[in-house]
Structure formats: structure tokens, C-alpha cells
């Protein structure tokens, strides 16, 4: 069994995870979806935003692929989602998780490094960080299109973050933690030695643990002291 106090490369999910959003993600695909003519209210929207929900924590575009298509459309709906998920991160409706900012300070001040990852657009991505005043906190952010353009539930991103970082030796010394069953089961692709889900976000215990959670966390707060706290090596 991994010893979770080796743990060196943590990488975090945004939205529903460490950012607090509040339900923009529906709220933008509303948006989205007018753009292409889907009527609210209709079987056919319901459809689409069951989808959306169900793969809470993929790349946005490739879920635009499966719900409209032609490429064409999927862009056209992404380029809607994504500019009205910022406008709304703008006007100020997004925050941090309690206690989240405190926990990745409290990781990196322990030796560990942290990486945040999200399913959205760099640009969202980006707005986001800056909505909040983490364009410093952590030394690498990534969204899909840095690790080759396909998100979660694939691997890569957790994968780019090892590559890039070299914080860790071995992927059993990552830790991957989300609030979504796509943020689980990249992670073990990955291959990471601890993967945990948060209940602040899309997807409930049951979800998690089905998609691969060894461990299910009222939120990122509580990571640290899952964690142990113990410096980069301890206790070995």
C-alpha cells in the first residue's frame, strides 16, 4: 500500500472542487444551447442538460461534440458556453471553496507541489484565476488544450502535470482530488497513488466511489490533514 505522506505532485480540480460556481455550468450552457436553437423547456433541451450534468468535469468541447455533432456546431455552442461562463465569472459569481486557498498553501508549505486543472477553455480558465487573485498561487495550471487537447476522463493532464513539474518521482506520488467521477477515473488512468473526491461539487459519494475514489472528503479543506501534513518524505 502507497504511504500517502510521500505524496509530492497534488493536482486539483477548479470548479466544484476548490472554486465555488455556484451552477454557472448550467447556467452557461442554457446560453449555448439557445445559440443553436434548442428550446428551453423542451424534451430535447432536458436531453442535453441531463448529458451535461452526467459529464460534469470533461472538456467542454468534446462534450459539445457528442451533444450537437458537426464540429461546426460543437465550436459555435463551445464559443457560446465559454463567453457567457465568463461574462459570468466577471459579474462576480464565482468563489473560493472554504478553505481552499488555505489548503494549497498549506500543501505547497509542506513541500508538495500543486497543480490545478479544469475541463474549461485556457481563457475561462484564466478569467477564473483572475476572478479570484490565484494567477500566483500555485506554479502551473493546465486545461486540456496544454496536454494535447483531451481532457478528463482521460489521463493527460494529470500526466502533463508529472511531466512538467517533475515534483514527483513516480506517479504513485500523485494525488489527484475533484468532485466529479471524470476527475476520479483520470486519476487512476494515471496511475496516482491517492485519488480522492470532494462532496462540493457535481457528483455524490456513490459516483465517486464507483468511478475509483479511495477516498471521499467533505471538501479540499480536509485534504491536508488526510494528507498528514508531514513534509515531502516523512515519516518513511
Known amino acids: 500500500m502507497n504511504d500517502i505522506r510521500d505524496l509530492r505532485l497534488v493536482v486539483l480540480d477548479m470548479a466544484g472542487t476548490t472554486v465555488a460556481d455556484g451552477g454557472l455550468v448550467e447556467r452557461a450552457f442554457a446560453v449555448a444551447a439557445g445559440e443553436l436553437g ?5 424534451a430535447d433541451h432536458a ?3 441531463d ?8 472538456s467542454k468541447i ?3 461534440r457528442h451533444l450537437f455533432g458537426e464540429e461546426s456546431l460543437a465550436e459555435r455552442a463551445n464559443t457560446a458556453f465559454e463567453k457567457a461562463y ?3 465569472v466577471d459579474d462576480g459569481h464565482i468563489a473560493p471553496v472554504a478553505g481552499a486557498r488555505e489548503a494549497i498553501e498549506e ?10 486543472t479544469t475541463g474549461f477553455a485556457r481563457v475561462t480558465q484564466d ?8 494567477r500566483d498561487l500555485v506554479p502551473l495550471t493546465l ?3 496544454d496536454a494535447g487537447g483531451r481532457g478528463r476522463p482521460y489521463p493527460d493532464m494529470v500526466l502533463e502535470a508529472f511531466l512538467r513539474t517533475r515534483a514527483a518521482e513516480a506517479v504513485r506520488q500523485i494525488a489527484v482530488v475533484g468532485d466529479t467521477s471524470y476527475d476520479m477515473l483520470s486519476g487512476v488512468r494515471a496511475g496516482a497513488g491517492l485519488v480522492a473526491g470532494v462532496l462540493t461539487g457535481a457528483h455524490g459519494d456513490e459516483a465517486l466511489r464507483a468511478a475509483g475514489a479511495g477516498h471521499i472528503l467533505g471538501s479540499v479543506a480536509e485534504l491536508p490533514a488526510l494528507i498528514g501534513g508531514f513534509a515531502t518524505g516523512a515519516g518513511r
Open 38 to 42: 434548442v428550446e428551453p423547456g423542451s
Open 47 to 49: 436531453a442535453k442538460l
Open 51 to 58: 448529458h451535461v450534468r452526467a459529464t460534469m468535469g470533461e
Open 62 to 64: 468534446s462534450v459539445f
Open 86 to 88: 465568463g461574462e459570468l
Open 107 to 116: 500543501l505547497q508549505g509542506g513541500g508538495r507541489t500543486v497543480v490545478l
Open 127 to 134: 478569467a477564473i484565476l483572475d476572478a479570484l487573485g490565484w
Open 143 to 145: 486545461c486540456p488544450a
